[in-house]
């Protein structure tokens, strides 16, 4: 819970338990009141750290649906360990008060945060949205829906980090129990921040806490929610029927791109926006912002989603490197021809040597690490995209161990590439991007051909790069299962058009038309 002290006014019903003990846990000051419990700092004595007791209101632990309700929070909050939500430690009744003992976050509330200065700043409107998304994902994959996504519950700490608190409302995918508990007595959620599907009271999936999600997005960015009422009827019946203003005529200085997910987020029909989190955290991890260079500091993201963060500045880089120096021609194709032989024999020489001697083929990275061989080709495809230091040796090794399994082997080509032309080994990477090229599968194909594309352009080879061009265009739909060529596509598209003029406008409108998300909604 946050540092903050609002003006708090006394009742008889709820007399300040400052100072009282609860089984390992002594109430220091009050923080904040709820609809349904108060917030004290606490000091928690086994552990001599500071804590966040919630403490269910007097009136209300009356109530045996209410205690159900209470401690649901609690038990749906204790199963979600991740870094961006707020953490339970106990649940109990002490002296017939019941509390929940949680972690303590010092800081505000995204709420109280803009009402002191206002709508964040590009970068960390993003980021905000990047820890909050990671939050969301962890909590659909337990199958556990919020159902009370709003600024309130989005606390910012004073070291940056940010965490989705009060799971009061939670309850789990198809849990008919604890849906009829949320029924009782209390507004499900808040008005201003509601899904339609929540309003109309139909089932709910974690595509709601998206939707809530949007609504808090967009007034972060725009300084306001996208619908205002005199009454919590006029505001739902908006959320049911009335289109948001466009994000981009209230900010005229916000990436397209940016806008686009927010509205995403914020369609009417469940189908319309992302299936879940975790296509979220992609496109926000796209996006290119200036000055957002620190991508290996985001911690918010657990280890196994920053495979592709590295992408995310490629673009950026690259045409950094095209407008400041003339890159290195590229040596053309008798070369990697020539290179893919000499790689084959050495597969093929290494293969005869592992059937020789019985013992595992290891997968030698140019500094020498030795790569340990998995059980299947998909963990060690997943190893793989874990290992940033040595990330080059455990994408062959995947292709190393497992020949027969083209499906990962693929897969790790194409990671392959990408980290090649992210550490500026651009030859390589065109190597990599031709043989995809060449595949018989449309989506490999369009990857293969937009990063010889792209790799052309920078070089300068603008003939080459309009042929590519002219072979991705019948497989643009293809490329959309490739979302994170498209930067790199567009990159491409702005310096050949500069360089060519006319000669690929007609190339470049089709191109944005694509680039341009479908209506979904219905």
Not at 101 to 121: H, K, T
Request: with cysteine; charged share 25%; hydrophobic share 40%.
């Amino acid at each position: 819970m946050a540092d903050v002290s609002p003006n708090l006014r006394e009742s008889p019903a709820d007399p300040d338990l400052s100072g009282r003990q609860f089984d390992d846990f002594r109430l220091l000051r009050r923080l904040a009141r709820g609809a349904m419990a108060e917030v004290y700092l606490a000091e928690q004595g086994s552990l001599r750290r500071q804590v966040a007791v919630k403490v269910l209101k007097s009136d209300l632990a009356k109530d045996e649906s209410y205690v159900k309700r209470f401690h649901n929070e609690a038990h749906a909050a204790a199963s979600l360990v991740q870094a961006n939500i707020v953490q339970i430690y106990a649940v109990g009744c002490a002296d017939g008060v019941h509390y929940i003992a949680q972690e303590y976050v010092q800081g505000q509330n995204l709420r109280e945060w803009m009402s002191r200065r206002g709508p964040p700043e590009l970068a960390l409107a993003v980021k905000i949205m990047r820890q909050v998304a990671a939050a969301l994902q962890k909590a659909a994959e337990r199958g556990i829906i919020h159902r009370d996504i709003k600024p309130e519950n989005i606390m910012i700490a004073r070291t940056g980090e940010v965490k989705v608190a009060d799971f009061g409302l939670a309850r789990q995918t198809g849990d008919a129990a604890n849906a009829a508990l949320t029924q009782i007595g209390i507004t499900m959620g808040t008005p201003l921040y509601m899904s339609p599907e929540q309003v109309e009271g139909r089932p709910l999936d974690p595509r709601s806490d998206l939707y809530s999600f949007g609504v808090t997005c967009y007034q972060m960015l725009a300084g306001d929610t996208p619908f205002r009422g005199e009454s919590a009827l006029a505001i739902a019946v908006q959320h049911l029927k009335t289109q948001p203003e466009r994000l981009e005529n209230l900010r005229t200085d916000l990436p397209p791109a940016l806008c686009r997910i927010v509205h995403k987020l914020l369609a009417k029909n469940p189908q319309g926006r992302y299936e879940n989190a975790r296509e979220l955290l992609h496109d926000l991890r796209m996006l290119q912002l200036p000055g957002d260079e620190s991508w290996e500091d985001i911690e918010e993201l657990p280890a196994e989603e920053r495979e592709t963060l590295a992408t995310i500045s490629l673009a950026t880089q690259h045409l950094a490197a095209v407008m400041q120096s003339a890159s290195m021609p590229i040596i053309r194709r008798r070369y990697y021809l020539l290179m893919a032989a000499g790689t084959i024999l050495g597969f093929a020489a290494g293969g005869l040597l592992a059937w020789e001697t019985k013992k595992p083929l290891l997968a030698i990275h140019r500094d020498g690490v030795s790569v340990p061989r998995q059980n299947s080709a998909e963990d060690q495809y997943d190893m793989a995209r874990m290992h940033s230091r040595d990330r080059e040796a455990w994408l062959k090794s995947v292709e190393k161990y497992f020949p027969k399994n083209l499906e990962y082997g693929l897969r790790a080509r194409k990671e392959l590439a990408l980290y090649y032309l992210q550490n500026g080994r651009d030859n390589e990477a065109y190597l990599l991007f031709e043989e995809l090229a060449e595949s018989p599968e449309p989506q490999h194909r369009a990857f293969g051909l937009a990063g010889t594309f792209f790799v052309l352009s920078k070089d300068g080879d603008y003939d080459e790069a309009l042929n590519a061009l002219a072979e991705l265009g019948p497989l643009r739909k293809e490329l959309e299962v490739e979302p994170r060529m498209l930067p790199l596509v567009q990159v491409a598209l702005t310096e050949v058009r500069k360089q060519r003029g006319q000669e690929t406008a007609l190339q470049w409108e089709e191109w944005q038309k694509t680039l341009q998300p479908e209506d979904t909604e219905n």
